[in-house]
Structures are given as structure tokens and as C-alpha cells.
């Protein structure tokens, strides 16, 4: 796996709701209708370099590509349907000329944008959208994207301008998931899919140049983009610097406008040089059991190390205030955000009366940790806060995600894990963020082993009806979100602020995203 589809320190993904900008309109039950905007062409010469935390990792089709570098270039090269834009999260339309038409329950009609064209020149047809989505749902392919759709049945071409969906059930996020996959041209991919992978061709507003592995992506702007946020600049640069040393000099010498990942310790000092912001993410640091070993299949037991936790001491010390105490499956500012019932402040008198409850004398087992260099510095305040309850002895082994996965979570030869996550890379909604640990096999079977539980039972049931039912959605969330806090098979510790760093005198429209990377779309440069 890669790092963007593992871990949050690469996978924060691509979800602060903020102030829609300019075309990216607020979704409440229909889209944002394109009104064309007053953009000249870039300023002859204008360039944009900006200093990107993550190596490439992976290459750039959107069937597969997973990288937190490749998929943030992704933003500026392909188009959905629809999109959402990267800072605000707000759904508009891309590829899309209007609001998908509604059939009936299962069917939908979209028409496409006029004028559309691939950076090759060649216009986007239907024919295109349908391979798109028939190769995401291609199970040979084995795209990390098709768990997102599972409700798509079927997509056909009705004439040169519309494609129908056939959905396999009523689904009220439809729109919502028409931004997990991206339009690509048929016949360059069925030409070569490794050739394509390694120089790919969409129909954003920035065509891509080139990628020099562990250096820099090269982009300029695409003149026949016709859509919402025409490329601003003539060229962009973005250098590949993962070392945070190198990146926090190349914001302070003027080699870049902006940089990701601020280090914590530099924000108060680049802030003399520019803005720099810390956006709340969904990105979390989540503990999880193994639910099917004893003592740790006992709920009690759960509940008792989440009230053991420091988690203000992890806050203060590890993030410098750059992370938020979890008190729900999402962060607060996530727009279906509800406080859950449970809530786990620091409380060591209770987490000691819950072990007792439990019949838990003696506690002792070996908590795995991912090596991340944050989740380094907090396993062990962790270890502190937990090794202080009476009766607990625990140790500590951090390893690199794919050991702690494929050698240890994944064959059940593991008690606790603490490791940081965040799909919100893939799309904001909450049945999403759900689905992600808690559907399908690979998570609440294979990993937590929860799936035998009612409980368990009765979270797929909550999440159908959400997903099935908009009227039902709220209620149906909250119960899910209830269940989840209070089982705590795999639950979020924190929730983690992200810093980024921008020239506000050089950048004009530029907003920080709450994930990895960053967005230039609808930025330009400062006259």
C-alpha cells in the first residue's frame, strides 16, 4: 500500500468547511450552476513554485494512483463530473453542463460541459465518461476507488452529450460520489495504461509537464480549459522536499510561495515571512483493539484505556495545540458532526473502576504503534498515561505500516494499535468516512475483529438506512456514531490541525486545505 492509502500523515486525504470561494458552491440538494468568470489569461511568464512534503510513490491514473503527491497534482490535471473543491470541500460542477437529472430512484442523466477537451486536444466524449467509471467498477482492475461506489449498476452512453447511471439501490449521496472518479480519454489508456500512468492527460486546468522521482512535477496551464477555475499562472513547480528542514528553508529564502506540513516548532517563525494557518482535519490518531482476544473483546476494558488517556498532555506537548480532543467520529467541523454520547475525558479513577468491572486485575500487553515521527512522540505519553492505572504494564514496538499490518493486525497476532488515519482524501461525507472502518471485511473482520457482534449488525443496518434514506440520514448517523463511541473497537484519540504556509504578497486566492497537499486551483499571482 501506499502512503496516502495507509496512514494520515500521508493520506489526510483532500475537510474544514469554509466560506465557499468563488465557483464552489454550498451543496444542499443541488449543485452550483457554472457562471463564467471574469479571468484574463495567466500574465505572461507567471509561475507558482511551491514545496510538496511526499516523494512520488505512485504514478498518476486515476484508477490507481494513491500517492499524496500524484494525487494532489490529480487535482489540477483531471475532472470529475462533479468536484469538490479542495479547500472548502463544496461540491460544483466539472465535467458535468448541470445538475444530474433524476429519472427515477435509480436513474440518473448527465449532460456534459460544452467544449470539453483532453490536454491532447481531443474533445471528451461520452464514450470516454462510461470507460471512466466501467473501469473503476471493473473488479480485475482491483481500483481502491470502486469500494466507493458500490451502488452504480450500470453507465451507458444515451447520445453524443448524455450518459445514464443505473444505480443497484436508491442512494441519496449520488452526486456527492460522482468526485471519486475521474474522466479519462478511452483511447490513450487502451493505448499504453503504464505509458498513460507515467504522463497522464485529463482535462483540468493545468496540463502536466513532467515528474522527476524525488525532486519536482512541472504543470502549465491548459488554454482550452473550459470550466469553473481556469489555471491562473502559465507554469507551475512544485519541488518534492521531504525533508521538513529543506521545506521551511525554501519558504523563508522566496524559493517557494507556499509550503504543506508546516513543522509546529517553525510556524511561529515563518509567520514573520508570510501567513501561516493551521486547518482542522478530519485526520485523526485512532486506538484499536483486538476485539476477539480477551480481556480486550470486554467493552469495559476499551472504554477504560480511552479514559486513561492524557489526551490534553498529547495535545500540548506533541502537537503544540494543533489538534483537537476527539468527541465524536468526526472532527467539529465537519457539517454532519454530532457530540457523541460518549465521551471519554481524561479520568483515571473511572478507567481503573471499568478494569475493575471488568474483573481486570492485571493488565499487561504490547501496544504497536506506526512509526510516524508524531505518533513517536506520543506513544510514549501514552505509555505514561497508561502505565500509571493500577494493575497496567504495557510496552511498546513501533513499525513501519506495512509490518504492523501485513505481519501482525492482519493475522490477528496483535492486542492494541495505535496509528493515524484519514480517507477524507477520497470525498467528505459521513456515510464515507463510516464505510471506511466500518464496512466491508478488510477493517471490522480482518483488523479489529468486530463483524460477529450485534452490534456490528446493527451499525450496517443505521448506515444502509442513511445511505438509502436522506429524510432518515441524521438520525440513522447519530445512532451509528453512538454505537462506535461507545464499543470503541476503533475510535479516534485526536483529531489533527494541519499548518501550511503561503507568501500572502505573492499568492492571491490561496487557502490552506485540511489534507495533505495543496490546491492551486483558482490561485494566481500577485500583480
Known amino acids: 500500500m501506499t502512503k496516502h492509502f495507509e496512514h494520515s500523515e500521508s493520506r489526510r486525504g483532500f475537510m474544514k468547511l469554509m466560506a465557499g470561494v468563488g465557483a464552489g458552491f454550498a451543496f444542499s440538494g443541488t449543485l452550483g450552476t457554472f457562471t463564467p468568470r471574469a479571468f484574463a489569461a495567466p500574465t505572461a511568464g507567471s509561475t507558482i513554485e511551491a514545496g510538496i512534503a511526499y516523494p512520488i510513490s505512485t504514478g498518476f491514473d486515476p484508477l490507481t494512483s494513491s500517492g499524496a503527491s500524484s494525487m494532489a497534482a490529480n487535482l489540477h490535471i483531471f475532472e470529475g463530473l462533479v468536484d469538490l473543491h479542495p479547500a472548502t470541500r463544496q461540491p460544483y460542477l466539472a465535467l458535468a453542463a448541470a ?17 470539453a477537451k483532453f490536454h491532447n486536444g481531443n474533445p471528451v466524449t461520452t464514450e470516454d465518461v462510461v470507460y471512466s467509471f466501467e473501469r473503476v467498477l471493473d473488479p480485475a482492475k482491483a481500483s481502491l476507488f470502486a469500494q466507493f461506489i458500490p451502488f452504480i449498476d450500470s453507465v451507458k452512453k444515451v447520445d453524443e452529450k448524455v450518459v445514464e447511471f443505473k444505480l443497484k439501490y436508491p442512494f441519496a449521496l449520488f452526486k456527492e460520489r460522482l468526485t471519486i472518479v475521474k474522466i479519462v480519454p478511452k483511447a490513450l489508456v487502451e493505448a499504453g495504461q503504464a505509458a498513460f500512468d507515467a504522463n497522464p492527460v485529463g482535462t483540468g486546468p493545468y496540463r502536466f509537464v513532467s515528474a522527476t522521482k524525488d525532486d519536482r512535477i512541472v504543470f502549465e496551464a491548459f488554454a482550452d480549459y473550459k470550466g469553473q477555475y481556469p489555471a491562473q499562472v502559465e507554469k507551475m513547480t512544485w519541488f518534492l522536499l521531504s525533508d521538513d528542514a529543506a521545506r521551511v528553508t525554501a519558504q523563508e529564502s522566496g524559493r517557494v510561495q507556499a509550503i504543506e506540513s508546516v513543522p509546529y516548532l517553525d510556524a511561529e517563525r515563518l509567520k514573520r515571512k508570510g501567513t501561516v494557518e493551521s486547518v482542522q482535519s478530519f485526520g485523526l490518531l485512532f486506538l484499536m483493539f483486538n476485539c476477539e482476544k480477551a480481556p480486550f473483546n ?9 479514559y486513561g488517556l492524557d489526551t490534553q498532555k498529547l495535545i500540548d506537548v506533541v502537537f503544540l495545540g494543533n489538534a483537537k480532543a476527539a468527541t465524536s467520529y468526526v472532527q467539529d467541523t465537519h457539517p454532519d458532526y454530532v457530540k457523541a454520547a460518549s465521551q471519554y475525558d481524561f479520568d483515571k479513577a473511572k478507567a481503573e473502576a471499568l478494569l475493575a468491572e471488568a474483573g481486570v486485575t492485571e493488565l499487561k500487553f504490547e501496544l504497536l504503534a506506526t512509526d510516524h515521527s508524531w505518533v513517536k512522540e506520543c506513544a510514549p505519553l501514552i505509555l505514561e498515561s497508561w502505565n500509571a492505572l493500577k494493575g497496567v504494564k504495557v510496552s511498546l514496538k513501533h513499525l513501519q505500516s506495512g509490518a504492523l499490518y501485513g505481519a501482525h493486525v492482519d493475522k ?6 495505535i496509528a493515524p488515519g484519514d480517507p477524507s482524501v477520497f470525498g467528505n461525507d459521513l456515510d464515507l468516512l463510516l464505510s471506511w472502518w466500518y464496512r466491508g471485511d478488510v477493517w471490522p473482520k480482518r483488523r479489529f475483529r468486530w463483524s460477529d457482534t450485534a452490534e456490528y ?5 443505521l448506515l444502509d438506512e442513511a445511505a438509502k434514506d436522506p429524510s432518515a440520514s441524521k438520525a440513522a448517523w447519530e445512532k451509528a456514531i453512538n454505537i462506535i463511541a461507545e464499543h470503541v473497537p476503533l475510535y479516534p484519540i485526536i483529531h489533527r490541525k494541519l499548518p501550511t504556509a503561503w507568501n500572502d504578497k505573492a499568492l492571491t486566492g490561496f487557502q490552506p486545505l485540511p489534507t495533505t497537499g495543496m490546491s492551486f486551483i483558482g490561485v494566481g499571482r500577485a500583480k
Do not use: S
Open 99 to 115: 445538475e444530474p437529472e433524476k429519472v427515477d430512484d435509480v436513474t440518473y442523466r448527465i449532460t456534459l460541459r460544452d467544449g
Open 298 to 306: 470486554n467493552p469495559k476494558v476499551r472504554q477504560a484505556l480511552h
Open 412 to 417: 490477528g497476532a496483535f492486542e492494541v494499535v
Open 457 to 461: 449488525a446493527e451499525l450496517q443496518k
